[in-house]
């Protein structure tokens, strides 16, 4: 069956579907899972200070979620190792010397500090003093960001390959470890994704505030997330602006033909139009059906609107990303930020008015915005993955020259196996976790032991 599908298909095409198909699953995790315990953080350290016991509630709320998808984290991000080894075996024998010890040190700073605080974070609540089951949740929060700056550090090495040469068996090995990790695109790839961790997390935790909220406003446990997820879209969605601004530059510098498929540009030329929107066409080198501003990109990206932009005729045309899919994920990815900025804005002017709690069309917008965070972050994985093609490293190693020697036909199993599984084990943990965000935090358990005096409950039950 599977040798009738896939016999005339393109190995490599395969395996590079796969292996996005198998990061798209992941990252869902990951960008959640960094914002959550960082947010879990926050929870148990305002509780501590105030003995507010919603904080309390709201901790042991998201602490089961975060579980599950912290668990779900772990066990896709296995599978990406394995394709290494079975689907890109060259890549690894070239750029092992580099890339190996990096995602080592991940697993022996990140993921051993995870896994030796998880437990305690998790089931320590009655079993430890209340500050070093605070510190368990500290050093799980530091972990997952540890963990995004190795393999933040590992992916911008193969965006701007830094502090390497190559040895007589034709492998990259490293001269300068920290120019190797600190690469010249690294610091604003790592401040983009922690901060779309951040968002993606806030806008999960608003959505929930606010469902809650459209079915009793008086919840004082969905004020409190609410609001607090709201301070977040408030400051760090223009904050994340500002940041993906610079990293735009960055990429300017280090790989043009990423920011020109991005733009549309097809020409090099003065006073280059921003296209907000349109049709890249490969054939023609033309944008069709482009509604345009002219001059602006040539004003963002070079901050002078005479500016002469690179555009992708500046270059081979087998060096050519695919332009469309490139074009258009950054357009989802910048209008889904735009959406996130207005949310905030929207929110600021209602907490003004003290209507924070009392409108009901941006408690509806928010929910529908719950999940655009992980949609943005895909689509941002998308715009870097797919425009430094057809490089795997840039300029050093083709992708095609990367792969491992395989046939379609295996991969192409393999590739069936591992959507229907995907689908089946972590469509059930995506719908336990929906089952849980339904479940009212005012009806969180909260063990005798854990209890705040009674008096202090009754003292925090008033409104922001």
Do not use: C
Request: aromatic share 14%.
């Amino acid at each position: 069956m599977f040798e009738s599908w896939f016999s005339q298909a393109d190995a490599v095409l395969l395996a590079r579907f796969q292996f996005a198909f198998t990061i798209a699953f992941h990252i869902i995790f990951p960008a959640f899972t960094i914002g959550l315990a960082s947010y879990l953080a926050v929870l148990e350290g305002l509780f501590l200070k105030t003995r507010n016991p919603v904080y309390q509630k709201l901790y042991r709320y998201w602490l089961k979620i975060f579980a599950v998808a912290f668990g779900m984290g772990v066990v896709s991000g296995i599978v990406m190792s394995y394709q290494f080894g079975t689907n890109w075996s060259v890549f690894s024998d070239k750029a092992g010397p580099v890339i190996g010890p990096l995602m080592g040190y991940e697993v022996l700073t990140a993921f051993f500090l995870e896994a030796g605080f998880l437990g305690v974070m998790l089931f320590g609540m009655n079993k430890v003093g209340e500050r070093l089951h605070y510190f368990a949740t500290l050093m799980v929060a530091v972990g997952t960001a540890i963990s995004a700056f190795w393999i933040l550090s590992v992916n911008s090495w193969m965006q701007t390959p830094a502090g390497f040469t190559m040895n007589e068996q034709g492998q990259y090995v490293v001269t300068s470890w920290l120019e190797a990790i600190f690469n010249p695109s690294f610091p604003y790839r790592l401040a983009h994704m922690l901060l779309a961790a951040y968002l993606t997390t806030a806008f999960v935790v608003g959505a929930v505030g606010a469902w809650h909220l459209l079915k009793d406003k008086s919840s004082q446990a969905a004020r409190k997330m609410f609001s607090m997820a709201m301070w977040m879209a408030l400051i760090v969605a223009p904050l994340q602006v500002f940041v993906g601004d610079l990293h735009g530059l960055n990429t300017q510098e280090h790989q043009p033909a990423k920011v020109a498929a991005m733009e549309g540009h097809f020409k090099s030329e003065a006073r280059a139009p921003l296209y907000l929107f349109g049709w890249p066409n490969e054939e023609t080198a033309e944008v069709d059906y482009a509604i345009k501003i002219p001059g602006l990109a040539s004003l963002i990206l070079k901050h002078d609107i005479d500016a002469t932009v690179t555009g992708l005729d500046a270059f081979p045309r087998d060096e050519w990303p695919p332009v469309p899919i490139v074009f258009w994920s950054f357009r989802i990815m910048v209008g889904i930020g735009v959406l996130m900025v207005l949310i905030g804005l929207w929110s600021g002017y209602l907490r003004l008015r003290k209507q924070l709690y009392e409108s009901r069309p941006i408690h509806r917008a928010a929910v529908l915005m719950g999940p655009l965070g992980f949609v943005a972050v895909i689509a941002g994985w998308v715009v870097t993955e797919v425009g430094r093609q057809p490089w795997v490293i840039q300029g050093l190693l083709r992708t095609n020259d990367a792969v491992s020697p395989i046939d379609a036909v295996g991969v192409g199993a393999s590739l069936v196996a591992f959507i229907v599984v995907y689908f089946l084990v972590f469509g059930a943990g995506t719908v336990y976790i929906l089952r849980k965000m339904a479940g009212s935090p005012e009806h969180t358990h909260i063990p005798d032991y854990a209890r705040v005096p009674m008096a202090a409950e009754r003292l925090y039950h008033e409104e922001d």
